[in-house]
């Protein structure tokens, strides 16, 4: 029996494969297009890509808490291993946003401060569901708290959204996402985000993420 080898969608660029159900690898072809960073789209004023935050200069393997001045603005969120703390504020539902470090810091690519933008780190398949369409699902045990995905597509405004959504083109499962991020007491910025087109996504169905998903 021929064993047909395992295809990577990534085409490289996480540093494990994501691989692909072999019953479902002729329909993805004319499909997917695999992005594991978001881009810019219609209506997005921002570039994803755009580092606004101040980068430390701790010149370590990994910076210290007491030390990086990444930690003592915004905390910490992962312990030594990598695993998402309990970021839930005081008498708040609310977890606390996950700031890293950053391109502009002088720390290690290694540093214990840089949990997603290492990309995929886990072994996940792509495969095809009886009625749900497109799904992804891991070939490992992922602890509690483990990094996974990024929800991964393009950043468009909200009136390009709003279009979208009732396009008759659009398809029956809706996954533009509306992040609103708190700049303090009044202040926040929306950004939404559409894997349909392009991203770490599959035009029918379920889509995977590359992001929030702990």
């Given at each position: 029996m021929?064993?047909q080898?395992?295809v990577?969608?990534?085409?490289?660029?996480?540093q494990?494969?994501v691989?692909i159900?072999?019953?479902?690898?002729v329909?993805?072809?004319?499909e997917f297009?695999y992005?594991?960073?978001n881009?810019?789209g219609p209506?997005c004023?921002?570039?994803?890509?755009?580092i606004?935050?101040?980068?430390?200069s701790c010149?370590?393997?990994?910076?210290?808490?007491d030390?990086?001045?990444?930690?003592?603005?915004?905390g910490q969120?992962y312990?030594s291993?990598g695993?998402?703390?309990?970021?839930?504020a005081?008498?708040?539902?609310f977890?606390?946003?996950?700031?890293e470090?950053n391109?502009?810091c002088?720390?290690?690519?290694?540093?214990?401060?840089?949990?997603?933008?290492r990309g995929v780190?886990h072994?996940?398949?792509?495969?095809t569901?009886?009625?749900k369409?497109w799904g992804?699902?891991?070939?490992e045990?992922?602890l509690?708290?483990?990094f996974?995905?990024?929800?991964?597509?393009?950043?468009?405004?909200?009136?390009?959204?709003?279009s979208?959504?009732?396009?008759p083109?659009c398809?029956k499962?809706n996954?533009i996402i509306?992040?609103?991020?708190?700049a303090?007491?009044?202040?926040?910025?929306?950004?939404f985000?559409d894997?349909?087109?392009v991203?770490?996504?599959?035009k029918?169905?379920?889509?995977c993420?590359?992001?929030a998903?702990?």
């Amino acid at each position: 029996m021929n064993v047909q080898p395992s295809v990577d969608l990534s085409g490289g660029l996480e540093q494990v494969p994501v691989l692909i159900e072999r019953n479902s690898r002729v329909v993805l072809k004319t499909e997917f297009q695999y992005s594991p960073d978001n881009i810019k789209g219609p209506g997005c004023t921002v570039d994803p890509c755009e580092i606004t935050l101040p980068g430390c200069s701790c010149h370590l393997q990994s910076c210290c808490t007491d030390t990086c001045s990444c930690f003592q603005a915004h905390g910490q969120a992962y312990n030594s291993s990598g695993t998402l703390m309990d970021l839930t504020a005081v008498d708040s539902s609310f977890c606390s946003p996950v700031f890293e470090c950053n391109v502009l810091c002088s720390c290690s690519d290694t540093c214990s401060n840089r949990v997603v933008q290492r990309g995929v780190r886990h072994s996940l398949e792509v495969f095809t569901t009886d009625k749900k369409g497109w799904g992804v699902r891991t070939l490992e045990p992922i602890l509690s708290g483990t990094f996974v995905c990024e929800y991964a597509g393009e950043m468009i405004g909200f009136e390009e959204a709003r279009s979208r959504q009732l396009s008759p083109r659009c398809e029956k499962n809706n996954y533009i996402i509306a992040v609103r991020e708190h700049a303090g007491p009044g202040s926040f910025v929306e950004t939404f985000v559409d894997p349909s087109v392009v991203g770490f996504v599959f035009k029918k169905g379920h889509r995977c993420t590359r992001g929030a998903d702990v």
